[in-house]
């Protein structure tokens, strides 16, 4: 079953912690993004990678982090310089620059 | 980033009615996407636009993609309630190698 896996669906955290959200595809896709996603506000793009090793910021860069070790993964940490982490995070991949983007079921993160 | 702006921001309809939602650029885009996000899911793809003036149907959806490339539009024609959702366009960033996406229409069909 081909497609994007994020987990957890839901996660609690208490402020002032850092926290890795997971993203993995198994759809052989170069590029992969992560988006953060508040009411009313869109979608608005924080990290992409391109290949493996490689990432750029996006918009709303700070206070996050990311790797890419492996084409398949692309995890998110949030990290306590984050000024208001709870937002939903939703991880997407594309074969390639300006083609269809598939999305993962999204990470809910409340930081308490 | 690159705007991508998006009206209006809510629509309420009766089923049998006619939606209308706009995007526009403050500059030219190469191509424009539309996806749907139903309530509690993610976002899922619909098509892409890529020539000045293009038109694409899908059942009783139609896009098209300005003259300018700067402006999109999706218009659902009788929506249902299965139409119900936030939809979302979204142009190339200044690198070209991600999406900037609007803020979204979300639609609320009643029966």
């Known amino acids: 079953d081909g497609g994007i896996t994020q987990s957890p669906k839901y996660l609690f955290r208490k402020e002032g912690q850092n926290v890795t959200l997971s993203c993995e595809q198994n759809?052989?896709?170069?590029?992969m993004y992560w988006y953060r996603q508040d009411p009313g506000q869109g979608l608005r793009l924080i990290y992409y990678?391109?290949?493996?090793?490689?990432?750029q910021k996006g918009d709303i860069a700070e206070g996050y982090s990311v790797s890419r070790e492996k084409k398949e993964s692309f995890p998110l940490t949030v990290t306590s310089a984050q000024k208001n982490p709870t937002a939903f995070y939703l991880c997407?991949?594309?074969?390639?620059?300006?083609?269809?983007?598939?999305f993962g079921q999204g990470t809910r993160l409340t930081v308490v | 980033g690159q705007q991508v702006m998006q009206i209006p921001q809510y629509q309420h309809v009766q089923e049998g009615e006619d939606f209308t939602t706009y995007c526009n650029s403050s500059?030219?885009?190469?191509?424009i996407q539309w996806y749907k996000q139903r309530p509690g899911g993610h976002p899922v793809f619909l098509i892409q636009?890529?020539?000045?003036?293009e038109v694409k149907k899908q059942k009783r959806l139609t896009f098209q993609f300005g003259e300018a490339k700067k402006n999109s539009s999706l218009h659902i024609t009788a929506t249902q309630t299965t139409d119900v959702g936030t939809y979302f366009c979204?142009?190339?960033?200044?690198?070209?190698?991600?999406?900037?996406f609007g803020k979204g229409t979300s639609l609320l069909v009643t029966p």
């Open positions: 990678s391109q290949i493996v090793n490689d990432f």
């Open positions: 759809l052989n896709h170069d590029a």
């Open positions: 500059t030219t885009l190469s191509n």
């Open positions: 997407a991949s594309t074969p390639r620059a300006n083609t269809e983007a598939f």
């Open positions: 979204a142009g190339p960033t200044n690198s070209g190698y991600a999406l900037n």
């Open positions: 636009l890529v020539k000045s003036g």
